[in-house]
């Protein structure tokens, strides 16, 4: 999977576009910027290969540069943009090839997850992973869209986890910045965050049943359904 920017890079800065500027709020500012432009990153209106202009967005919020920079810092942290030395920041591009291979291995990976696992599953594992969706649900209902990312990879990082082999949970870590990214465009494109979050709960019912092809199946379902919302969604 490419882990460099596309080879056409846009010259149109993020502040040079259409974009709205947000009102902004009472929470820290640094996490208002970085909610801000996460919602431009999935909902498409930020292109992969645009530039952040950290200066010329500090100047359009009106604001110092110290909470842009962090911003900036967290979401490179996620993987949705990439600082290039001498050249500046940029939205993460991925192509119909990259979220192929996500997608793909995802299956793969939590499949062989949860074949290692379920002999050992307790009832504190599904309760566990139970948890984390109602979590999810609760984040969801609240309108807290990074949270319920968030929460979503915990999810299926939990379910990796539970196979209790360290080369298993190494592998998702090592394509967490991917998931991040895959699992935020297909939160966007559900009619409602909750939606979004109740899309879990079958997962749940096959653990609880303790049924192992159902669990796979329910699994595999999940993220095929994700993988044609994002190709449906950005013509990949």
């Given amino acids: 999977m490419s882990q460099v920017l596309t080879s056409v890079v846009s010259t149109q800065d993020l502040t040079k576009s259409t974009l709205s500027v947000p009102v902004l709020e009472s929470k820290p500012l640094s996490e208002q910027v970085t909610e801000y432009l996460y919602k431009l990153l999935v909902t498409g209106e930020l292109k992969g290969g645009q530039r952040v202009n950290e200066a010329e967005l500090a100047r359009t919020l009106k604001i110092?540069?110290?909470?842009?920079?962090?911003?900036?810092?967290?979401?490179?942290?996620?993987?949705l943009l990439i600082s290039s030395p001498r050249r500046g920041t940029f939205v993460r591009s991925f192509s119909a090839s990259d979220i192929q291979d996500i997608f793909t291995f995802r299956i793969a990976l939590e499949e062989f997850a949860i074949r290692q696992a379920f002999s050992l599953l307790t009832d504190e594992d599904v309760e566990s992973l139970t948890l984390i969706v109602r979590q999810m649900e609760a984040a969801a209902r609240a309108g807290h869209e990074m949270e319920l990312v968030e929460r979503d990879i915990?999810?299926?990082?939990?379910?990796?986890?539970?196979?209790?082999n360290?080369?298993?949970?190494?592998?998702?870590?090592?394509?967490?910045?991917?998931?991040?990214?895959?699992?935020?465009?297909?939160?966007?494109?559900?009619?409602?965050?909750?939606?979004?979050?109740?899309?879990?709960?079958?997962?749940?019912d096959a653990f609880r049943a303790?049924?192992?092809?159902?669990i796979i199946e329910s699994v595999r379902y999940h993220i095929r359904d994700s993988w044609k919302r994002i190709n449906e969604a950005y013509n990949y």
């Fill in 154 to 164: 915990a999810f299926h990082q939990r379910i990796c986890e539970l196979s209790r």
């Fill in 210 to 214: 303790r049924d192992e092809e159902k």
């Fill in 64 to 79: 110092s540069r110290n909470p842009v920079r962090e911003a900036i810092r967290k979401l490179e942290e996620r993987g």
């Fill in 166 to 204: 360290t080369q298993t949970i190494r592998a998702f870590s090592n394509i967490y910045a991917e998931i991040q990214i895959s699992i935020s465009l297909v939160e966007h494109k559900f009619d409602n965050l909750v939606e979004a979050a109740i899309d879990h709960w079958p997962i749940i």
